[in-house]
């Protein structure tokens, strides 16, 4: 599974901005997917994550009533919509694939993603 993240940039604080996450290889729709973020000298922390046809999402706290998860199977994408957007969003944010999980989960650990893209910096100034 190759992931190709896109949509990243930089955006005043209280702006919204749309992460894409393109997906190609194996059948999409046959595994969960999650958004992971970094920011400089913090470890990675969860953002959402989705199972496999969408029907189970998980969001971190610092998120949670401001991002939203989704994904179309068609199009082998999956999404971020990110609204409100703080300082404190700013880091890079990669995609992360599933593989072998179990897919009618939304997985929220890091561990049990096997298959990660190369990130799209998101910046937030106040």
């Known amino acids: 599974v190759q992931l190709q993240a896109s949509g990243g940039g930089l955006v005043q604080a209280g702006a919204s901005l749309r992460l894409s996450c393109a997906a190609s290889g194996r059948t999409f729709g046959n595994y969960g997917m999650g958004w992971f973020r970094q920011a400089p000298g913090k470890e990675r922390e969860v953002v959402a994550a989705i199972s496999w046809n969408g029907g189970r999402t998980y969001y971190g706290d610092s998120v949670k009533g401001r991002f939203t998860i989704s994904r179309d199977n068609v199009k082998n994408t999956v999404y971020l919509q990110m609204s409100s957007l703080k300082p404190e969003d700013t880091a890079v944010y990669s995609c992360?694939?599933?593989?072998?999980?179990?897919?009618?989960?939304?997985?929220?650990?890091?561990?049990?993603?096997?298959?990660w893209g190369q990130g799209t910096l998101v910046t937030v100034s106040s």
């Open positions: 992360a694939a599933a593989v072998y999980g179990t897919p009618a989960t939304a997985v929220s650990s890091s561990a049990q993603y096997d298959h």
